[in-house]
């Protein structure tokens, strides 16, 4: 149980033994389509060169460039040859051939001239009216990838242009992590369904619908467990079904109130319980167990605190678990745009608009009520950090930033 007196734990304490209890999941092979955001769990090489040929970067005439040293110049053209075309013959000295972008270049030309440098007095002659240099517009076998040649690492997120990297080397599958399977458990005896009006005393249930959603945007495979009361029997049962996941979230009843039954409940289920509180602000009161290979935090119930436990803690774990390389939440810096302050003691990660103006990136922190406010928090595209033993943050530092509903990177 929790106890008043135990020492919250630093972020960074935390941070480490969520990632010390989380291990990538099981392989498994996508088709390309379904690739998109996961997580490379293998090394990709280029399949041939690339390009594979000798290919026309402009529409125009494939010359010697020797020969049109001296311009303007009339050169017989010998053949057309459009992209998807393999050349007929081989330029020799006088001739041209006409070509589009993408064609292969024919033996014997080494530049093309484009077709806006050029006359063409009859069907089967140009007059090149510039110079071209040996290899102009003109992309050489292999310009950009040798066959052999790593194009893509393991633990790499699948962009979009990725993507046409991998479907450019001739994968249409690839090997990653199975996305996690997470189970979101609001509990509260005041919580109603968001379709409800609430009676006396309730409140809709925003937990349930936003965590369930900041999972799905890490890709996770997300069950909504339902709101439980605030009933040793029901949290039980309700746990116990969690359990089947590979992180389950409950939302409330983790402080030190008299109906915080989480903790409790997450023992007798047999979770194994590492940490109680986080000495970070808001969202102090924030359990994290395991039992088996399933990941459990108790969040605390306040919607805002919730969130930023998942943005610094949950979000961290479910990458792991897809393979992303560990990157610290929080690694990236700002300039703070006005002064903050905070009583010290515990790390605050605290609402703000991320901005790229004049050359640098800004923040600006956005007026809050506290870690009810959700509706302040919603505004926010980034949380800003003011370390534990800062008690004010002056306009013009540089501060930590951590983006919020970014993808897995
Ligand atoms: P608790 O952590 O259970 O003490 O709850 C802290 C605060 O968060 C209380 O004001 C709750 O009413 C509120 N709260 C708890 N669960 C939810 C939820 N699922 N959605 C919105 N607010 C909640
Ligand atoms: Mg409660």
Same mark, same amino acid.
Not at 174 to 191: F, K, N, W
């Given at each position: 149980?929790?106890?008043?007196?135990?020492?919250?734990?630093?972020?960074?304490?935390?941070?480490?033994?969520?990632?010390?209890?989380?291990?990538?999941?099981?392989?498994?092979?996508?088709?390309?389509?379904?690739?998109?955001?996961?997580?490379?769990?293998?090394? !990709?090489?280029?399949? &041939?060169?690339? =390009?594979?040929? $000798?290919? @026309?970067?402009?529409?125009?005439?494939?010359? /010697? +460039?020797?020969?049109?040293?001296?311009?303007?110049?009339?050169?017989?053209?010998?053949?057309?040859?459009?992209?998807?075309?393999?050349?007929?013959?081989?330029?020799?000295?006088?001739?041209?051939?006409? !070509?589009?972008?993408? &064609?292969?270049? =024919?033996?014997? $030309?080494? @530049?093309?001239?484009?077709?806006?440098?050029? /006359? +063409?007095?009859?069907?089967?002659?140009?007059?090149?009216?510039?110079?071209?240099?040996?290899?102009?517009?003109?992309?050489?076998?292999?310009?950009?990838?040798?066959?052999?040649?790593?194009?893509?690492? !393991?633990?790499?997120?699948?962009?979009?242009?990725?993507?046409?990297?991998?479907?450019?080397?001739?994968?249409?599958?690839?090997?990653?992590?199975?996305?996690?399977?997470?189970?979101?458990?609001?509990?509260?005896?005041?919580?109603?369904?968001?379709?409800?009006?609430?009676?006396?005393?309730?409140?809709?249930?925003?937990?349930?619908?936003?965590?369930?959603?900041?999972?799905?945007?890490?890709?996770?495979?997300?069950?909504?467990?339902?709101?439980?009361?605030?009933?040793?029997?029901?949290?039980?049962?309700?746990?116990?079904?969690?359990?089947?996941?590979?992180?389950?979230?409950?939302?409330?009843?983790?402080?030190?109130?008299?109906?915080?039954?989480?903790?409790?409940?997450?023992?007798?289920?047999?979770?194994?319980?590492?940490?109680?509180?986080?000495?970070?602000?808001?969202?102090?009161?924030?359990?994290?167990?395991?039992?088996?290979?399933?990941?459990?935090?108790?969040?605390?119930?306040?919607?805002?605190?919730?969130?930023?436990?998942?943005?610094?803690?949950?979000?961290?774990?479910?990458?792991?678990?897809?393979?992303?390389?560990?990157?610290?939440?929080?690694?990236?810096?700002?300039?703070?745009?006005?002064?903050?302050?905070?009583?010290?003691?515990?790390?605050?990660?605290?609402?703000?608009?991320?901005?790229?103006?004049?050359?640098?990136?800004?923040?600006?922190?956005?007026?809050?009520?506290?870690?009810?406010?959700?509706?302040?928090?919603?505004?926010?595209?980034?949380?800003?950090?003011?370390?534990?033993?800062?008690?004010?943050?002056?306009?013009?530092?540089?501060?930590?930033?951590?983006?919020?509903?970014?993808?897995?990177?």
């Amino acid at each position: 149980m929790k106890d008043a007196a135990e020492p919250a734990i630093p972020v960074e304490r935390a941070l480490e033994i969520v990632l010390r209890e989380t291990a990538p999941l099981e392989e498994e092979r996508v088709a390309l389509p379904c690739a998109l955001g996961r997580i490379l769990s293998e090394d !990709i090489a280029a399949d &041939a060169d690339q =390009p594979p040929f $000798a290919k @026309a970067m402009m529409d125009g005439f494939a010359v /010697r +460039s020797s020969d049109v040293a001296t311009v303007p110049i009339q050169l017989s053209v010998i053949e057309e040859i459009s992209a998807g075309k393999m050349p007929l013959r081989s330029l020799l000295q006088g001739q041209a051939a006409k !070509i589009m972008t993408g &064609a292969p270049l =024919p033996d014997g $030309a080494d @530049a093309v001239q484009m077709v806006e440098k050029t /006359r +063409s007095p009859a069907e089967d002659a140009v007059v090149i009216l510039e110079r071209v240099a040996s290899g102009a517009n003109v992309a050489p076998r292999g310009r950009e990838l040798k066959r052999g040649q790593k194009v893509l690492s !393991i633990g790499e997120l699948l962009t979009p242009a990725r993507i046409g990297v991998l479907a450019s080397v001739g994968r249409g599958s690839v090997t990653v992590r199975r996305r996690p399977r997470v189970t979101v458990i609001p509990t509260g005896d005041e919580l109603v369904d968001c379709e409800s009006a609430p009676g006396p005393g309730q409140i809709r249930n925003s937990n349930g619908p936003s965590l369930l959603a900041a999972a799905r945007l890490l890709r996770a495979e997300v069950e909504d467990g339902g709101i439980v009361k605030d009933d040793s029997v029901a949290l039980s049962q309700s746990i116990a079904r969690g359990l089947r996941s590979d992180l389950l979230l409950l939302s409330g009843g983790v402080s030190m109130g008299e109906y915080d039954l989480v903790e409790k409940a997450l023992e007798e289920e047999g979770v194994e319980i590492y940490f109680r509180k986080i000495a970070i602000r808001p969202g102090k009161p924030a359990v994290f167990g395991r039992k088996g290979s399933c990941l459990v935090f108790g969040l605390p119930g306040n919607p805002v605190s919730s969130l930023v436990i998942f943005a610094v803690f949950v979000a961290s774990a479910l990458r792991k678990m897809q393979g992303a390389p560990e990157v610290h939440p929080g690694a990236l810096s700002a300039i703070l745009a006005q002064p903050v302050s905070q009583r010290p003691g515990r790390t605050a990660y605290l609402p703000g608009t991320l901005r790229f103006a004049d050359a640098s990136v800004r923040i600006e922190p956005l007026p809050t009520t506290g870690s009810a406010d959700l509706a302040a928090y919603s505004r926010a595209n980034a949380l800003y950090v003011i370390p534990s033993d800062r008690d004010r943050l002056e306009a013009g530092e540089c501060v930590r930033v951590l983006p919020l509903d970014s993808t897995l990177r």
